[in-house]
T-cell receptor, first 114, second 113 residues
Framework: AQSVTQLDSQVPVFEEAPVELRCNYS??????LFWYVQYPNQGLQLLLK??????LVKGINGFEAEFNKSQTSFHLRKPSVHISDTAEYFC????????????FGGGTRVLVKP | SQTIHQWPATLVQPVGSPLSLECTVE??????LYWYRQAAGRGLQLLFY??????ISSEVPQNLSASRPQDRQFILSSKKLLLSDSGFYLC????????????FGNGTRLTVT
């Protein structure tokens, strides 16, 4: 069975500072990896996804993530955050054989301070 | 374009009362449909998924059930709510391709009192 671990439950960061959200997955087979963002009382929106190819993936709102197979990681980064980036971020993984069932990490709450 | 509708947005129900949450998808056919629950301070837990009309798979044993009476309609139900059923319920759909992202509804905040 696969699992997804987000190492930080909360990340406070000052406006215009960089942020990195850590995500590790466990799977013995190839996985597809996603990052989602959830604003308060809303559903989740896709930030970016890794399917294959280049290990550096660029997403919306200036976010990017790097797939590292040897470390089984898919960390999310943004070089300069805005107040509007305050939200909860979820890492997720799916297996081809799993019927499109995404496994989510526990989420990381980002609080951007002025 | 494809859209997903989920209602109601918020719901307060007493313990022991029934529950019915509805989700519909527009602009696509034969989607895979999912119900997730997000409890306070916790991640998302997959409750049910469906690959077609009348086909429901349950991920965890619980007090809830799901049904798919039409291709683009997915309903989450309970006969008698428990306090532990409180949470944020999210419906989602996918086109069927294993590497496609999920598209989420705006969620239903359920409080069982």
């Amino acid at each position: 069975a696969q699992s997804v671990t987000q190492l930080d439950s909360q990340v406070p960061v000052f406006e215009e500072a960089p942020v990195e959200l850590r995500c590790n997955y466990s799977s013995s087979v190839s996985v597809y990896l996603f990052w989602y963002v959830q604003y308060p009382n809303q559903g989740l929106q896709l930030l970016l996804k890794y399917l294959s190819g280049s290990t550096l993936v660029k997403g919306i709102n200036g976010f990017e993530a790097e797939f590292n197979k040897s470390q089984t990681s898919f960390h999310l980064r943004k070089p300069s955050v805005h107040i509007s980036d305050t939200a909860e971020y979820f890492c997720a993984a799916s297996l081809k054989a799993a019927g499109n069932k995404l496994t989510f990490g526990g989420g990381t709450r980002v609080l951007v301070k002025p | 374009s494809q859209t997903i509708h989920q209602w109601p947005a918020t719901l307060v129900q007493p313990v022991g009362s029934p529950l019915s949450l509805e989700c519909t998808v527009e602009g696509t056919s034969n989607p895979n449909l999912y119900w997730y629950r997000q409890a306070a301070g916790r991640g998302l837990q997959l409750l049910f998924y469906s690959v077609g009309i009348g086909q429901i798979s349950s991920e965890v044993p619980q007090n809830l059930s799901a049904s798919r009476p039409q291709d683009r309609q997915f309903i989450l139900s309970s006969k008698k709510l428990l306090l532990s059923d409180s949470g944020f319920y999210l419906c989602a759909w996918i086109s069927g391709s294993y590497n496609s992202p999920l598209h989420f509804g705006n969620g239903t905040r359920l409080t069982v009192t």
